[in-house]
């Protein structure tokens, strides 16, 4: 017998072998809005989804003389795995009814049935499959997701390629041939000539920082994480070690506080520091005396590392600024540089679950802070 409902939009597939019953049970899911298709025989019920007829929820009984209850469920849901299934059994038989949820089944249901227990039943089972589909969609649009995002980074590896091999050349070409005229041809040339030759030297090789420090913003976005123990006191006693071999000159005055080990790519976190602590080095230039501290401090689950220096500082106002691609807070002629080091530090902190942020005064120096998950 199948009986069939016209206004929901969830149908229930009912399967019982006791013919009155199973009427019964369509009867009043069909007066509560279901669309509703009864069987008392479970290979018949069996046939009809073999032949693809879509149910949302299975309502079967326990025992039946074809096939019992817990079989039919595993049938029915090896061909539409989207289906949820409800068992019934009466009061002697509970053991067996939790045997079928262990078996996949969400609920189950005692005879004789009461409809204001039956239906919470129902809607539970309902709410249940609603939350796979949209959990499974939601997967399906991560995937989507991870393959256009895979597709992008080519293509930024694509430019890449193209921003070092196609824009340096020419580049190159501007600045040699500039540094030629200036050569070989200086007796030549004006004074006014010669100044705007420089002037064509100095641009082609600003250029050129900027798109290796481009390129390097690209590679430290895209490079791979490769968690792992790391020592912060010898990683930064590694860049001190080699700041000051740059500048063996400079009198700067360090103070190393406590840096423990912690979880991170090692080279990527190198990089943080190499990126701060030049900068330190860099703002204190006209500091006398020059000083730089390295530290760090447990706040909850997280490490905080900072790096603090007294030197030119900047204004807390354009603070939200600081971490954009080639954002300086200083003029060219004051401190060089393109203004992209530590937007390399902020994406790499980020990529490890962190964040950073600074606080300075203009004159005063500036302290970056930036968190590690413990």
Known sequence: MTATGSTASERLLVVDDESAQMKALCHTLEQEGYQVSGYTSALQALEVVGRGERFDLLITDLMMPEMDGIALLKEVRARD????????????????????????????????????????????????????????????????????????????????????????????????????????????????????????????????????????????????????????????????????????????????????????DPSLLRQVYTNLLSNAFKFTGHSKPAQIEVGSRMEGNDLVCFVRDNGAGFDMKYAEKLFGVFQRMHRAEEFEGTGIGLSIVHRIVHRHGGRIWAEAESGKGAAFYFTLPK
């Open 81 to 264: 795995d989207d289906l949820v299934g409800v068992v019934m059994t009466g009061h002697g038989s509970i053991g067996t009814a939790i045997d079928a949820m262990k078996a996949g089944a969400l609920d189950y249901i005692l005879k004789p049935f009461r409809l204001s227990t039956m239906l919470p039943v129902l809607d539970r089972a309902l709410g249940v499959r609603r939350l796979r589909i949209e959990n499974a969609e939601l997967q399906r649009s991560v995937q989507r997701h991870a393959a256009e995002l895979e597709v992008a980074n080519k293509e930024l590896e694509a430019f890449s390629y193209s921003v070092s091999h196609d824009l340096r050349a020419p580049l190159r070409a501007v600045t040699g041939f500039s540094q030629i005229l200036l050569e070989d041809h200086a007796a030549e040339l004006s004074e006014e000539a010669r100044r705007h030759l420089d002037t064509v030297a100095g641009s082609a090789q600003r250029m050129e920082h900027l798109i290796a420090d481009l390129l390097e913003f690209s590679r430290f976005s895209r490079q791979p994480l490769s968690k792992q123990p790391v020592s912060l006191s010898g990683l930064v006693e590694a860049v001190l070690a080699e700041l000051r071999q740059a500048q063996p000159e400079r009198e700067v005055q360090l103070k190393i506080g406590e840096l423990p080990q912690c979880s991170a």
